[in-house]
């Protein structure tokens, strides 16, 4: 499998600065984020599967968008799977007929335009040799993260989350893992709006990391803009058994 990081960032502010998507193989699209935006039509037009985390608008904010471009490029609907609550708040929110219109009941050439299928924790979803499986994520809206498996070697990514010792539980059983991009969107001085939002700190994350038990090369994602070098100097001052690395727009993992 090839994972090209889209955007990974906590917000907007700069032209590097992308929030959270990720390509798989040109395919497959883990979050829907404003890096999505850069890929050109003929890319676009190309994703098959597009698994949500969760509803947050930053990682959510170009799917619209995307799905009306394809629509007349395409003979199959995009599948987008998320958990029922995050589906139902797209439906709500987005995809409802004042906000945006709902392509889940749109016919192009005798084709709807999207679907949705909703995918459970601990549920895989197998696409040809890969499987894609939804793990526990703790967050201020229902969540999930993604464990991307090619069958010789696994991608665990987070999503947003926080303390979650069910995730730990989840992760340690994958023993293909090679890489966790988990989050830290706060620095340390701003452990309190951490907690209250359900994100990670560099304290809280370093806590977490202490409960993985497998090997893997681990990436911090999601830092809020002007954060980053604060949150950068943390995490290097701290070190740890796993010492993670700051994940990167354009940033490719092959496995």
């Known amino acids: 499998m090839k994972v090209k990081v889209l955007g990974c960032s ?42 949500v985390t969760h509803s947050h608008l930053d990682h959510i904010a170009v799917l619209p968008l995307m799905i009306d471009a394809v629509a007349r490029l395409r003979d199959s609907p ?66 999930v993260g993604y ?20 995730f730990w539980l989840a992760i340690n059983r994958v023993a293909n893992l090679r890489y966790l991009i988990i989050e830290a969107a706060f620095s340390d001085r701003d452990e309190a709006l951490a907690l209250s939002s359900k994100h990670l700190c560099p304290r809280l994350l370093f806590a977490e990391l202490a409960k993985l038990t497998v090997p893997a090369q681990v990436f911090v994602t999601h830092l809020k803009p002007g954060q980053t070098e604060i949150i950068a100097d943390e995490l290097e001052k701290r070190g740890g058994r796993f010492p993670p690395g700051i994940l990167c727009k354009d940033q490719v993992f092959e496995f």
């Open 10 to 51: 906590g917000g907007i502010g700069g032209r590097g600065l992308r929030t959270t998507s990720l390509l798989v193989d040109g395919d497959i699209l883990i979050d829907a984020g404003t890096g999505l935006a850069d890929l050109s039509l003929d890319e676009l037009a190309a994703i098959d599967h597009v698994f």
């Open 78 to 143: 995009v599948t987008v799977y998320a958990n029922a609550a995050t589906l139902e708040a797209m439906r709500a929110h987005i995809f409802n007929g004042a906000i945006w219109p709902d392509f889940s009941e749109i016919v192009v050439r005798q084709c709807r335009i999207m679907k949705y299928e909703t995918i459970d924790v601990g549920q895989r979803v197998r696409l040809g040799g890969r499987s894609v499986a939804a793990v526990p994520a703790e967050h201020s809206v229902s969540s």
């Open 147 to 166: 464990q991307l498996d090619s069958g010789e070697a696994s991608l665990v990514f987070t999503g947003d989350t926080m303390v979650n010792d069910s």
